[in-house]
């Protein structure tokens, strides 16, 4: 049963459901005459692993960028924690706790793996869901650099790249790329993340580790939201599969009623899901 507060903002009052730090509604994103994202809403649960999935061009990267601050949608709102959040900035969205890794990882490549992270973190203090459950966290007071490079180092352990702290980001494998980019989103603090092909070019050791590690997070209460063309990894880790089709939602349950609807299994021409 879904807990409601009612929160009032500068410009209207909502209803915030506290079990769906994510709502979208009626979002709507057009490139010139085409209509990438056509309408779509769908909320995202707390403390879940939520699968976007879909066919190529169905409007999953563009969903992600709209919700994110990346673009502008041309119609519809997003909510995150009960606030309206539609078109603003990035790092706005990112400082009210949540975030998104990209499909080809975006680090500093001439940069080491330490100095990416030491760059990540917001300049805040007081208690947040990342530092509540890491060993030593502290709390209260205003950040001094150590208490950011200690982080760091748990952030880094945390992921299992500790070993590689002064390699230079442009060095590591795809995969470990990859987990270099979730541990720079880690440090950033959020509540949810959404993840675009997280696991892409990561080979299964690594594979293994990143889902462990995802897992792990979300029993600590975090929230996610992944996009993914394996859909063995969306079947096996999300509790909940959103599917896009043509900019449009077209099913929304848990993995079973996806593999079985009739409608998703047509978007698919036929291939394995
Ligand atoms: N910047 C853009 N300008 C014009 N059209 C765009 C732009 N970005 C996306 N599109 C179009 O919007 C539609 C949805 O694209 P999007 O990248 O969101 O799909 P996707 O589901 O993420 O696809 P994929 O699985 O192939 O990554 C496509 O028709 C695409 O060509």
Same mark, same amino acid.
């Given at each position: 049963?879904?807990?409601?507060?009612?929160?009032?903002?500068?410009?209207e009052?909502?209803?915030?459901?506290?079990?769906?730090?994510?709502?979208?509604?009626?979002?709507?994103?057009?490139?010139?005459?085409?209509v990438a994202?056509?309408?779509t809403?769908?909320?995202?649960?707390?403390?879940?692993?939520t699968?976007?999935?879909?066919?190529?061009?169905?409007?999953?990267?563009?969903?992600?960028?709209?919700?994110?601050?990346?673009?502008?949608?041309?119609?519809?709102?997003?909510?995150?924690?009960?606030?309206?959040?539609?078109?603003?900035?990035?790092?706005?969205?990112?400082?009210?706790g949540?975030?998104?890794?990209?499909?080809?990882?975006?680090?500093?490549?001439?940069?080491?793996?330490?100095e990416?992270?030491?760059?990540?973190?917001?300049?805040?203090?007081g208690?947040t869901?990342?530092?509540?459950?890491?060993?030593?966290?502290?709390?209260?007071?205003?950040?001094?650099?150590?208490?950011?490079?200690?982080?760091?180092?748990?952030?880094?352990?945390?992921?299992?790249?500790?070993?590689?702290?002064?390699?230079?980001?442009?060095?590591?494998?795809?995969?470990?790329?990859?987990?270099?980019?979730?541990?720079?989103?880690?440090?950033? +603090?959020?509540? &949810?993340?959404?993840l675009? @092909?997280p696991?892409?070019? #990561?080979?299964?050791?690594?594979?293994? /580790? =990143? !889902?462990?590690?995802?897992?792990?997070l979300?029993?600590?209460?975090?929230t996610?939201?992944?996009v +993914?063309?394996? &859909?063995?990894?969306?079947m @096996?880790?999300?509790?909940? #599969?959103?599917?896009?089709?043509?900019? /449009? =939602? !077209?099913?929304?349950?848990?993995?079973?009623?996806?593999?079985?609807?009739?409608?998703?299994?047509e978007?698919?021409l036929?291939?394995?899901?």
């Amino acid at each position: 049963m879904s807990e409601t507060v009612e929160t009032t903002t500068d410009t209207e009052t909502t209803t915030v459901d506290q079990d769906a730090p994510l709502r979208v509604e009626n979002l709507e994103k057009r490139f010139g005459g085409i209509v990438a994202v056509d309408d779509t809403s769908f909320d995202v649960q707390r403390g879940t692993i939520t699968g976007l999935i879909g066919p190529n061009g169905a409007g999953k990267s563009t969903t992600f960028n709209c919700i994110t601050g990346a673009l502008n949608p041309t119609g519809g709102e997003v909510y995150f924690q009960g606030e309206k959040v539609t078109g603003m900035r990035p790092e706005q969205i990112a400082n009210r706790g949540m975030v998104r890794t990209f499909q080809i990882a975006r680090a500093l490549s001439e940069m080491t793996v330490l100095e990416n992270l030491m760059l990540a973190p917001k300049a805040q203090s007081g208690e947040t869901l990342w530092r509540s459950v890491m060993p030593g966290a502290r709390s209260g007071v205003v950040e001094q650099e150590y208490e950011v490079r200690e982080r760091v180092w748990e952030t880094l352990e945390f992921f299992e790249i500790d070993h590689l702290a002064y390699e230079e980001a442009g060095n590591l494998s795809g995969g470990q790329q990859k987990l270099l980019e979730m541990s720079r989103a880690m440090m950033t +603090e959020p509540e &949810m993340l959404l993840l675009d @092909e997280p696991m892409a070019g #990561v080979n299964p050791t690594l594979e293994e /580790k =990143l !889902l462990d590690r995802i897992h792990s997070l979300r029993e600590d209460g975090y929230t996610f939201l992944l996009v +993914e063309h394996d &859909m063995d990894i969306i079947m @096996e880790n999300c509790e909940r #599969v959103l599917v896009m089709h043509q900019g /449009k =939602l !077209l099913a929304d349950g848990d993995p079973e009623d996806i593999r079985s609807n009739d409608q998703v299994i047509e978007a698919y021409l036929g291939e394995d899901i």
